[in-house]
């Protein structure tokens, strides 16, 4: 498998996405993060693509000021997020 920066996202107090970030050279004030195909992880550690059957889209861009934490999720978590996105 591909090396992939996938990294658990905090966005609000119970929002936690597993998702590619790509940080961006950006303005001050514009977007500088890109998330490439965010899941959005459960208590349950079920996953489900981020804004659902709104969109089909895949990239998302945030500015990081918007982004509470970030972490390295668990091996486990990664294997399931790359068979998802496969």
């Given at each position: 498998m591909e090396d992939k920066n996938v990294k658990c996202v905090l966005i609000?107090?119970?929002t936690v996405l597993i998702t590619e970030v790509?940080?961006?050279?950006?303005q001050i004030g514009d977007p500088n993060c890109k998330l490439v195909n965010p899941y959005l992880f459960s208590d349950d550690e079920t996953m489900k693509p981020w804004l659902g059957i709104a969109t089909t889209q895949k990239e998302?861009?945030?500015?990081?000021?918007e982004i509470?934490?970030?972490a390295d999720p668990t091996p486990e978590i990664v294997e399931k997020y790359l068979k998802l996105t496969e």
């Open positions: 609000n107090v119970d790509v940080e961006l050279d950006a998302y861009m945030i500015r990081s000021d509470l934490t970030i």
